[in-house]
């Protein structure tokens, strides 16, 4: 090779090299600065064990659930006990979050986010009131502009950190529980009356009806039949078999106005264990009763002693067959007429 073919090349080695520097810094230039961050853990020093309480404050309420002796309750509903399957989930989809995409967040943007006090404040502590981890969450995300944003499931949720405030994060989890909301917190396990042996409903208005039967598989008796009259066996079965499948929907603030239990409806029920249940349902709210009620018998059951210590929201369709009025529990009479 001679001097001349040799000093080519060189300058062309030269003007490669310098090529690839140039695209590599514009390649660089071009990637998010905290590219870093992707996918790493959102709450890195968040230990699980340590949690011992979650508050979560929206901007007109807030909602506080506490690890006890006895279990985890909910401080705003006078210690009523939390779902334990809830609680452990959400506290492992926070321990979970991991950064999807993080940008640089200004103040106008952050109130469009609803990161600022407009957003979901979230914070976890030990079991000595100890800060453990905290964040904003915000505004939920579509990868496509739904149609009914608030019928159709999030893919994921904008949320911010305060130990890095000028930043934006995008996680992948909607955090639907990331909610003040008791009735999505509440263990929904309700009183249930089993093997109903006398059913006696009656309404402020003096109306209802009352029936019995000697044993399980026993015809029903419907007070007061007049000559012609037959039960109908299926809804009698359904208004005393109704009331074993209750759920709660919610439980009242302990403060709660105008619940209707003033003037109720009033269940009274014996079950062939002989336990009775005196049960007054008041006002619909929405969907659900309030509800109270007090059991008295053998076997008295810890969870119904703690039940009746609160006014209940019960779903109105688990109530709809207790309710029925005294003609609808009998069968219809055929026309014979011609």
């Known amino acids: 090779m001679n001097a001349r073919v040799a000093a080519i090349l060189l300058v062309l080695l030269a003007v490669l090299g310098g090529g690839a520097l140039l695209y590599y810094q514009q390649e660089r230039a071009r990637r998010p600065q905290n590219v870093a961050t992707l996918g790493r853990t959102l709450l890195q020093d968040l230990r699980i064990a340590d949690v011992a309480s979650i508050r979560i404050v929206e901007p007109k309420s807030t909602l506080t659930v506490q690890r006890r002796d006895e279990g985890w309750t909910i401080a705003e509903r006078d210690g009523f006990p939390a779902d334990l399957a809830r609680v452990r989930e959400f506290v492992l989809k926070l321990a979970a979050l991991k950064v999807g995409q993080s940008e640089p967040i200004g103040e106008k943007d952050r109130a469009r986010l609803n990161l600022d006090a407009s957003g979901?404040?979230?914070?976890?502590?030990?079991?000595?009131?100890?800060?453990?981890?905290?964040l904003t969450v915000g505004k939920k995300y579509w990868k496509r502009e739904p149609?009914?944003?608030?019928?159709?499931?999030?893919?994921?949720?904008?949320?911010?950190?305060?130990?890095?405030?000028?930043?934006?994060?995008?996680?992948?989890?909607p955090l639907a529980q990331a909610s003040t909301r008791t009735a999505d917190w509440i263990d929904r396990t309700s009183f249930q009356v089993e093997k109903v042996k006398t059913l006696e409903v009656r309404t402020p208005d003096g109306g209802g009806y009352r029936i019995e039967r000697a044993a399980d598989n026993a015809d029903w008796r419907l007070e007061g039949m007049r000559p012609g009259e037959k039960v109908d066996t299926g809804r009698a079965n359904a208004a005393s078999y109704s009331l074993s499948l209750l759920e709660l929907a919610d439980v009242a603030p302990k403060d709660a106005a105008n619940t209707g239990l003033d003037k109720?409806?009033?269940?009274?029920?014996?079950?062939?264990?002989?336990?009775?249940?005196?049960?007054?349902?008041?006002?619909?709210?929405?969907?659900?009763?309030?509800?109270?009620?007090?059991?008295?018998?053998?076997?008295?059951?810890?969870?119904?002693?703690?039940?009746?210590?609160?006014?209940?929201?019960?779903?109105?369709?688990?109530?709809?067959?207790?309710?029925?009025?005294?003609?609808?529990?009998?069968?219809?009479?055929?026309?014979?007429?011609?």
């Open 120 to 134: 979901t404040q979230v914070e976890l502590g030990n079991a000595e009131g100890k800060p453990l981890a905290s």
């Open 147 to 173: 149609e009914s944003p608030e019928k159709t499931p999030a893919d994921g949720r904008f949320v911010g950190v305060p130990a890095d405030p000028k930043h934006v994060v995008l996680v992948s989890d």
């Open 264 to 338: 109720p409806t009033l269940i009274n029920a014996t079950t062939l264990a002989g336990r009775a249940y005196a049960i007054k349902v008041g006002r619909l709210e929405g969907e659900n009763y309030y509800v109270s009620f007090q059991a008295s018998g053998q076997d008295e059951k810890p969870r119904e002693k703690l039940l009746s210590q609160h006014v209940l929201l019960v779903p109105k369709a688990k109530l709809e067959d207790t309710l029925r009025k005294r003609a609808e529990l009998l069968e219809k009479q055929q026309d014979t007429k011609k």
